[in-house]
T-cell receptor
Framework: DVKVTQSSRYLVKRTGEKVFLECVQD?????MFWYRQDPGLGLRLIYFSYDVKMKEKGDIPEGYSVSREKKERFSLILESASTNQTSMYLC???????????FGPGTRLTVL | KQEVTQIPAALSVPEGENLVLNCSFTDSAIYNLQWFRQDPGKGLTSLLL?????REQTSGRLNASLDKSSGRSTLYIAASQPGDSATYLC?????????????FGEGTQLTVNP
């Protein structure tokens, strides 16, 4: 079974802090994705990566950056957290040419 | 730009009922459509995936259909149980240039009452 893990289930940070959200998958998938989920807005794609050191902006990249130094790990970075980044963050992965995305358990981030 | 709509937003049924969740999408140029289940505060669990060339997929009490030309999919749940209570999300994977992206609906929150 594919396993996608996220470093924290719950995280509380202060405005202005630099925040790292980590995602690791164990199935050698090339493609990895970061989404945020908000009531009334659904899931929205922030960034995705086709392979190591490659990244593409999704629909809402503003205020975020990403890092993919190793194939199994995809990090989402909030350079200076703001209260409007309080959300549920979901990571997913998929093999190139594969049909299905596999999701992690999510990180609920609160920015005070 | 692809838009995905799910109706109803919430549904409450007694245990044992058969039910249908609806998903519609605006751009029929899709690669596949995936139904997910999400429990409160948790991640997404994939239920069924239908390729654009398929009409339906079945898994246990679940059956998903796809009518690509009309931009619709339904998720049928037979003999519903309290354990089916969750939010059900529909997601469409685009074809062509947007091929890696999933576009999600906002979900249907299902409650099955004992």
């Amino acid at each position: 079974d594919v396993k996608v893990t996220q470093s924290s289930r719950y995280l509380v940070k202060r405005t202005g802090e630099k925040v790292f959200l980590e995602c690791v998958q164990d199935m050698d998938h090339e493609n990895m994705f970061w989404y945020r989920q908000d009531p009334g807005l659904g899931l929205r794609l922030i960034y995705f990566s086709y392979d190591v050191k490659m990244k593409e902006k999704g629909d809402i990249p503003e205020g975020y950056s990403v890092s993919r130094e190793k194939k199994e790990r995809f990090s989402l970075i909030l350079e200076s957290a703001s209260t409007n980044q309080t959300s549920m963050y979901l990571c997913a992965s998929r093999v190139t040419g594969g049909t299905e995305q596999f999701f992690g358990p999510g990180t609920r981030l609160t920015v005070l | 730009k692809q838009e995905v709509t799910q109706i109803p937003a919430a549904l409450s049924v007694p245990e044992g009922e058969n039910l249908v969740l609806n998903c519609s999408f605006t751009d029929s140029a899709i690669y596949n459509l995936q139904w997910f289940r999400q429990d409160p505060g948790k991640g997404l669990t994939s239920l069924l995936l239908i390729q654009s060339s398929q009409r339906e997929q079945t898994s246990g009490r679940l059956n998903a259909s796809l009518d690509k030309s009309s931009g619709r999919s339904t998720l049928y749940i037979a003999a519903s149980q309290p354990g089916d209570s969750a939010t059900y999300l529909c997601a469409v994977r685009g074809d062509g240039a947007s091929g890696s992206r999933l576009t999600f609906g906002e979900g249907t929150q299902l409650t099955v009452n004992p």
